[in-house]
């Protein structure tokens, strides 16, 4: 009687100190796994801000005027002009340079042109800027403010490839997934939240409908047997 009486006591004590160390155990490892940070889109992640959209033309000495190859690069670089934002255009002509009087007949064409394609009169400024280098002909910079989507660049290396201790994606990964994606967004607001569904074109919808109840199902044409 004492023999069972004594070795209920051990057990109890060995059993709650089990118990402890398997939820212990628990515990720690859903801290260790949830604790490791390894997301390409937390390490690059998108914002949604403004950025200056810049072209160099070059500029001949003997030029007069805006070239065919200025017009048709202009044109396609304000073709991403937002005409209802209407942000401002800058035209920067060098100053100093020898081209500088070629460059001053082309940055009024310039003008003109933007113009023509949607930009306020008032929101074009022309200025002079100082090249860095005087004695070799300078380009016009044309620029204008967007808002864009972005990242941050690529090529971060802080550490060693090879180091794997940690089983964890290297700094440089998904960058270039990132800018890739953002750069091919066309509405840099669609990455804030969804747009508001537009009106239902109930006409549409109906001829759309009766065109798919008009086409026939498809039957297929039996073949005839052939004896050979």
Known sequence: MSQAR????????????????LLAGCAHDSITVGAIPDDYRTNHPIVVGERVQ???????????????????????????????????LTILIPAGAPNSIAASEAGREFAALARARGVPAGRIIIAPYQPPV????????????????????????PEDLGD?????????????????????????????????????D???REAVIDGYRKVPFYSPVPQREVDY
Not at 168 to 197: E, I, W
């Open 6 to 21: 004594f070795g209920f006591k051990v057990a109890a004590p060995v059993a709650a100190a089990l118990l402890a160390v």
């Open 54 to 88: 810049a072209i160099d033309l070059p500029v001949a000495i003997s030029d007069r005027g805006m070239t065919q190859i200025q017009r048709v690069a202009l044109k396609g670089f304000l073709a991403d002009y937002d005409r209802s934002a209407a942000p401002p």
């Open 134 to 157: 005087v004695d070799v002909a300078a380009p016009i910079r044309v620029s204008y403010p967007k808002m864009r989507a972005y990242t941050d660049r690529c090529g971060r290396w």
């Open 164 to 200: 794997t201790t940690q089983n964890r994606h290297y700094s440089n990964f998904g960058c270039s997934y990132q800018n890739n994606l953002a750069a091919q967004v066309a509405n840099p607001a669609d990455l804030l939240g969804p747009r508001q569904p537009s009106e239902i």
């Open 202 to 204: 109930a006409q549409r």
